[in-house]
Each structure stands twice: as structure tokens, then as C-alpha cells.
């Protein structure tokens, strides 16, 4: 099968014996998708290996040229499988080209720079795609805009190495830097599985690295480019309940919609307030009133309420899905949708809101006036510390920050936008370094963190997780739903507390109590606690306390005799 500028695209339906969980020891496909020419020998390395049932495999696979060869392998032993079953089609090679410039003696970088004869949107791939990307490469995006645009990119479809792991510790991964080169902010990482994520630069360059180190290589990506012209003439836009026709006010008509819309970019405002029409007087009725915010670089958009008052008729007082009453929704993108946060009507303050990227919707509805309720009043913020005022913020981290114990020794920490609901799809580390006598001791006060025992991707949880050292192996239990830690102490003097979010459920989060302890004095039985709480001391210490009180009995014998 071959064609000069077509990609194969190749979709199997199997049902091959499993012997081993390696498959070559029993019935299996190997499949070559990266061959410069349509032949294979026995030194041309394959490039995946498919057995098992069809739960085991990779489903579509697709050459990186015009070549694709498979090979079917069974044993001797004979069975009652039946085989596989497969579709084919060749692709356009054209629709996988990266709409930038290749840079000269460099394997994988390119260069998109706007100018007046150049597009002003376009797509760029990991290497190689849709096929799988080549191990051990490192690529480079340079987006380059004018001075009055701004660079927004859209990862359509995100597939590296599977697993809910921290990308903290993944071997194959995506960097996006809100500025020219690597020493510029880190703004996003992207890791594992992800669809349709979002971000804009602050400034009229964006730069994108993605690392492949791992021993098993994905599928890649796809992403989206635009440059944007900025505009700064946006701001509060609220129309009269009599809107004008050539300077002459209309007659009120009965029944009539109210539209408001409300737009607020972080180039314009860091901070400000929104309210209901009218406030504090009465909102009208029939209101549909949209407010739009959009942040930039690394910061999100957070919403705190400070005044809350919706009509609710008195049978629905007890409404908690606000079905058929005045209401406020937030809205935010998840996989490229347009997801509800949270729906708040009635009398009670909502709890605060944080963005899960750079765009945040909020909509006020309302069905019949009333001449005692006033709407509601809120704060905006655009934060680029998640709302967490503890630590030193990490660089060369999205969302990390540093505690190290020479510039305090005790405080709290919490997770982003406590104590409102946390954002989705986000991932945190607090990074605690000590003395190298001293231990990090952790207490938490507060835990709503969603999930279910053990914690993973399979049941769909977020999770706060503990690691002695910068490194996958050190991993100690999950924490999430009613696994709540109370105390825990590091084994040395660093301490490694990870928080990650999915896009599916919130929560308000955590807060803990941090303090560093010297343990220079190792007489002492050191007491520690479990993540149930309970205390349990450390045996070495006792055991060299008993230890030295031998060796000053066998002393005092001698000096005796």
C-alpha cells in the first residue's frame, strides 16, 4: 500500500488469543507505521504490538508516510479465537502540515510570525502526527504576532503517554510559555490525555515546547493558532429597558426581553464590580443579562459575591436546583463545551469562583419583577497565584509555590480559591524545603477534595497526594472524599504536596497547617502521626536510646571489676 502524499489511516476490530501479558508469547499483530519505504526485514523495529481482546488495544492507528505494514504472528497451540477484522483509508498528507516555517538545523522547530501577508490563524502538530510521535525529541512553536496581538492557541486533542500521574513526573510533556523562549513564565503544562484546552498570551508572543523522554510513545497532538488584534474598547455595556431608534424612545412593549451584556478583559481592568440592573433598587423583570471575562497568560478569573438577593417564591424555598426561579450560572469550557459551575438563586451568598482557564461566563435570569429583592453585587479578579497567598510562587511553575523554612518556619497553605469552589482540571504543588536537621510537619483543617478511595482516573477523583522527594517512586497514598489526612511528617527535610483537579466535579478544597521541627536530638523518642491521626514513634530512635544505655552499663561493669 502505497500512495506519494497520502497518510494510512487503519482501525482494527480484533479478537487474538492473550497467552502472556507480553504478546509475543502468544498470538499477535505487530504494526510498522514509520517506514520510509513499503518493506520491512527483521531488523526493522516495530512500532506497536497489539494482542488480547479488543479492550486491549489501541483501536485506530496511522503511518507517518505513504507506507503502512502489518504483520499477523500465531503460535502453535490452537485455539477458538477469531482473528481480527479491520477498515483502512488513505488521508490527504496535507491536512497534518504545520502552517509555520521550519527552522534551519533544528528537527522539529518552527516559526510562525505574523505578518501583513501571512494568516492570521492556522494549525500546528507534534511530529510525525497522527501517528505516533518519535522517542526522545524536543520540539519548539515560536509564535511571533504584532505588537497589538495577542496569541491564543487551542489544543485540540492532546493523547501522550495515558494515566492520570502527575505531569509533574511525566516523561512526555507540553510546555506553553507566555512570552519568546523557555526563560519566559510557564503559563500551561499538558500531560496524559487532554481535549480542547485553552490559552492566551499576554504579550505578541507565545512559546510552546513539548518533551518526549518515555519509553512509550503517543499519538501526539493537534492544536489551533490565532493571532488577535486586542481590543480595548470593552467594558460595561447596559441597555436602557427602552432601548432608542434614531434618538426616539420606543413605546415600553409588554412582555418584553431585557438583554445586557457585560464585557471585562484583564488588558482593561485587573479588578472591578458587576451587578444585577438597578442595583440596589429592584431588577426589572424578563432580564437576561450576560457577563463575559477574559484573562490572559496565566491568570484566572475569580468571582466573589457580596451581595445575594433573588426573588424565590416561598414553596421553593427549598429549591436546590433553582428550577423555574430567578438564577445567577457560571459557566466555564470543559473539552471544548460550555459547562455550568454552579447555579445560585434564593437569599444565600454563592460560594466564590475560580476559572479553569483564561474565559469565564456568569448570566443573570430572571422571570417577574419585585419590588423587594435588589439583584445581586460581586467582585471580579484576575489572579495569576490562584488565589493562594502563602509561599514564594514557583516560576518555572503554572501553579506552584515554595516554603522554605529559613523565611518562616510555621503557616497555612491551601488549595487554589479556598475557601470557594476550586477550579477544574488544575494541578498544584507546594514544595516545603527544610534545614537538613529539620522535618516538615503537615495538619489539615479543612478537606473537601472529591473522590473515592484509592483516588484515580478510574473513579473519576480529584486528589491531594505526598512525595518525599521529586520523583514518581516516593509517592506515598492518595488523599480525596472521606480519606481525609490529618497529620503527616516528611521522612527529611523536603516535602512534596501535589493537588490535582479533573473536569468533573468541585469542591471547596483544603487548608493545612505547615511547621518545620529540628530533630537534631536523636535521645529522643520521635513521635509521628498517621494520616488517621493516631501517633506511632520511631523504633530506630528507641532502639539506638537502648543502644547507648548498653554501652554505659558495660562501661560501669568494667570500671567495677
Given at each position: 500500500m502505497?500512495?506519494?502524499?497520502?497518510?494510512?489511516?487503519?482501525?482494527?476490530?480484533?479478537?487474538?488469543?492473550?497467552?502472556?501479558?507480553?504478546?509475543?508469547?502468544?498470538?499477535?499483530?505487530?504494526?510498522?507505521?514509520?517506514?520510509k519505504?513499503?518493506?520491512?526485514?527483521?531488523?526493522?523495529?516495530?512500532?506497536?504490538?497489539?494482542?488480547?481482546?479488543?479492550?486491549?488495544?489501541?483501536?485506530?492507528?496511522?503511518?507517518?508516510?505513504?507506507?503502512?505494514?502489518?504483520?499477523?504472528?500465531?503460535?502453535?497451540?490452537?485455539?477458538?479465537?477469531?482473528?481480527?477484522?479491520?477498515?483502512?483509508?488513505?488521508?490527504n498528507?496535507?491536512?497534518f502540515?504545520?502552517?509555520?516555517?521550519?527552522?534551519?538545523?533544528?528537527?522539529?522547530?518552527?516559526?510562525?510570525?505574523?505578518?501583513n501577508?501571512?494568516?492570521?490563524?492556522?494549525?500546528?502538530?507534534s511530529?510525525?502526527?497522527?501517528?505516533?510521535?518519535?522517542?526522545?525529541?524536543?520540539?519548539?512553536?515560536?509564535?511571533?504576532?504584532?505588537?497589538?496581538?495577542?496569541?491564543?492557541?487551542?489544543?485540540?486533542?492532546?493523547?501522550?503517554?495515558?494515566?492520570?500521574?502527575?505531569?509533574?513526573?511525566?516523561?512526555?510533556?507540553?510546555?506553553?510559555?507566555?512570552?519568546?523562549?523557555?526563560?519566559?513564565?510557564?503559563?500551561?503544562?499538558?500531560?496524559?490525555?487532554?481535549?480542547?484546552?485553552?490559552?492566551?498570551?499576554?504579550?505578541?508572543?507565545l512559546?510552546?515546547?513539548?518533551?518526549?523522554?518515555?519509553?512509550?510513545?503517543?499519538?501526539?497532538?493537534?492544536?489551533?493558532?490565532?493571532?488577535?488584534?486586542?481590543?480595548?474598547?470593552?467594558?460595561?455595556?447596559?441597555?436602557?429597558?427602552?432601548?432608542?431608534?434614531n434618538?426616539?424612545?420606543?413605546?415600553?412593549?409588554?412582555?418584553?426581553?431585557?438583554?445586557?451584556?457585560?464585557?471585562?478583559?484583564?488588558?482593561?481592568?485587573?479588578?472591578?464590580?458587576?451587578?444585577?440592573?438597578?442595583?440596589?433598587?429592584?431588577?426589572?423583570?424578563?432580564?437576561?443579562?450576560?457577563?463575559?471575562?477574559?484573562?490572559?497568560?496565566?491568570?484566572?478569573?475569580?468571582?466573589?459575591?457580596?451581595?445575594?438577593?433573588?426573588?424565590?417564591?416561598?414553596?421553593?424555598?427549598?429549591?436546590?436546583?433553582?428550577?423555574?426561579?430567578?438564577?445567577?450560572?457560571?459557566?466555564?469550557?470543559?473539552?471544548?463545551?460550555?459547562?455550568?459551575?454552579?447555579?445560585?438563586?434564593?437569599?444565600a451568598?454563592?460560594?466564590?469562583?475560580?476559572?479553569?482557564?483564561?474565559?469565564?461566563?456568569?448570566?443573570?435570569?430572571?422571570t417577574?419583577?419585585?419590588?423587594?429583592?435588589?439583584?445581586?453585587?460581586?467582585?471580579?479578579?484576575?489572579?495569576?497565584?490562584?488565589?493562594?497567598?502563602?509561599?514564594?510562587?514557583?516560576?518555572?511553575?503554572?501553579?506552584?509555590?515554595?516554603?522554605?523554612?529559613?523565611?518562616?518556619?510555621?503557616g497555612?497553605?491551601?488549595?487554589?480559591?479556598?475557601?470557594?469552589?476550586?477550579?477544574r482540571?488544575?494541578?498544584?504543588?507546594?514544595?516545603?524545603i527544610?534545614?537538613?536537621?529539620?522535618?516538615?510537619?503537615?495538619?489539615?483543617?479543612?478537606?473537601?477534595?472529591?473522590?473515592?478511595?484509592?483516588?484515580?482516573?478510574?473513579?473519576?477523583?480529584?486528589?491531594?497526594?505526598?512525595?518525599?522527594?521529586?520523583?514518581?517512586?516516593?509517592?506515598?497514598?492518595?488523599?480525596?472524599?472521606?480519606?481525609?489526612?490529618?497529620?503527616?511528617?516528611?521522612?527529611?527535610?523536603?516535602?512534596?504536596?501535589?493537588?490535582?483537579?479533573?473536569?468533573?466535579?468541585?469542591?471547596?478544597?483544603?487548608?493545612?497547617?505547615?511547621?518545620?521541627?529540628?530533630?537534631?536530638?536523636?535521645?529522643t523518642t520521635?513521635?509521628?502521626?498517621?494520616?488517621?491521626?493516631?501517633?506511632y514513634?520511631?523504633?530506630?530512635?528507641?532502639?539506638?536510646?537502648?543502644?547507648?544505655?548498653c554501652?554505659?552499663m558495660?562501661?560501669?561493669?568494667?570500671?567495677?571489676?
Open positions: 502505497e500512495r506519494t502524499t497520502n497518510k494510512i489511516h487503519f482501525q482494527f476490530h480484533p479478537t487474538l488469543s492473550l497467552k502472556n501479558t507480553r504478546c509475543h508469547l502468544g498470538d499477535y499483530v505487530r504494526l510498522f507505521l514509520h517506514l519505504e513499503s518493506a520491512v526485514d527483521q531488523k526493522t523495529q516495530a512500532n506497536s504490538v497489539l494482542c488480547g481482546k479488543m479492550g486491549d488495544i489501541i483501536q485506530t492507528h496511522y503511518s507517518s508516510a505513504s507506507a503502512l505494514i502489518f504483520e499477523f504472528h500465531t503460535d502453535w497451540k490452537i485455539g477458538n479465537n477469531t482473528g481480527f477484522r479491520g477498515t483502512y483509508r488513505f488521508l498528507k496535507s491536512l502540515l504545520n502552517d509555520g516555517d521550519p527552522l534551519f538545523g533544528t528537527k522539529c522547530d518552527y516559526q510562525f510570525f505574523r505578518s501577508k501571512s494568516q492570521s490563524k492556522g494549525y500546528f502538530f511530529p510525525l502526527y497522527p501517528s505516533t510521535y518519535p522517542r526522545n525529541v524536543n520540539c519548539a512553536y515560536h509564535f511571533m504576532g504584532k505588537y497589538n496581538e495577542r496569541v491564543s492557541i487551542h489544543f485540540e486533542k492532546v493523547r501522550l503517554q495515558p494515566g492520570d500521574i502527575s505531569c509533574l513526573y511525566s516523561e512526555d510533556k507540553i510546555k506553553v510559555h507566555d512570552g519568546k523562549d523557555a526563560r519566559s513564565p510557564l503559563i500551561g503544562q499538558l500531560c496524559n490525555y487532554y481535549d480542547f484546552v485553552d490559552f492566551l498570551s499576554t504579550g505578541p508572543d512559546y510552546v515546547e513539548f518533551h518526549s523522554q518515555g519509553h512509550f510513545s503517543g499519538q501526539g497532538f493537534k492544536a489551533a493558532f490565532e493571532f488577535k488584534e486586542e481590543n480595548l474598547n470593552v467594558g460595561f455595556n447596559l441597555p436602557s429597558t427602552e432601548p432608542l431608534n434618538g426616539l424612545r420606543l413605546p415600553v412593549i409588554e412582555e418584553r426581553r431585557v438583554h445586557c451584556d457585560v464585557w471585562v478583559t484583564s488588558a482593561v481592568s485587573k479588578n472591578g464590580t458587576i451587578t444585577s440592573p438597578n442595583y440596589p433598587d429592584p431588577y426589572p423583570a424578563n432580564v437576561h443579562c450576560v457577563y463575559h471575562f477574559t484573562a490572559r497568560g496565566k491568570e484566572r478569573v475569580q468571582i466573589l459575591f457580596t451581595d445575594f438577593d433573588l426573588y424565590q417564591p416561598a414553596h421553593s424555598s427549598t429549591n436546590r436546583d433553582c428550577e423555574g426561579v430567578d438564577v445567577v450560572q457560571a459557566f466555564i469550557k470543559i473539552k471544548g463545551q460550555i459547562e455550568a459551575l454552579k447555579t445560585n438563586c434564593g437569599h451568598l454563592p460560594p466564590q469562583l475560580m476559572s479553569n482557564g483564561p474565559y469565564m461566563i456568569m448570566e443573570f435570569h430572571t417577574k419583577s419585585s419590588l423587594s429583592y435588589k439583584g445581586f453585587q460581586a467582585t471580579y479578579r484576575f489572579v495569576s497565584d490562584f488565589g493562594i497567598n502563602a509561599g514564594v510562587q514557583d516560576p518555572q511553575s503554572v501553579c506552584g509555590f515554595i516554603f522554605n523554612s529559613w523565611e518562616q518556619t510555621n497555612t497553605f491551601c488549595s487554589p480559591n479556598h475557601p470557594g469552589l476550586y477550579p482540571n488544575t494541578e498544584c504543588h507546594y514544595s516545603f527544610g534545614r537538613k536537621t529539620e522535618r516538615v510537619q503537615i495538619t489539615f483543617t479543612d478537606f473537601d477534595v472529591e473522590g473515592v478511595t484509592p483516588c484515580t482516573e478510574e473513579t473519576a477523583s480529584d486528589y491531594v497526594e505526598f512525595s518525599s522527594k521529586r520523583s514518581a517512586v516516593f509517592k506515598l497514598a492518595r488523599h480525596c472524599g472521606l480519606n481525609k489526612p490529618k497529620t503527616i511528617e516528611s521522612e527529611g527535610d523536603f516535602f512534596l504536596v501535589t493537588f490535582r483537579s479533573n473536569n468533573q466535579f468541585d469542591g471547596m478544597g483544603f487548608k493545612a497547617f505547615y511547621q518545620f521541627t529540628n530533630q537534631t536530638n536523636f535521645s520521635k513521635w509521628i502521626r498517621d494520616s488517621a491521626g493516631n501517633p514513634c520511631n523504633l530506630s530512635s528507641i532502639l539506638l536510646t537502648v543502644v547507648i544505655l554501652e554505659i558495660e562501661l560501669k561493669l568494667m570500671f567495677v571489676t
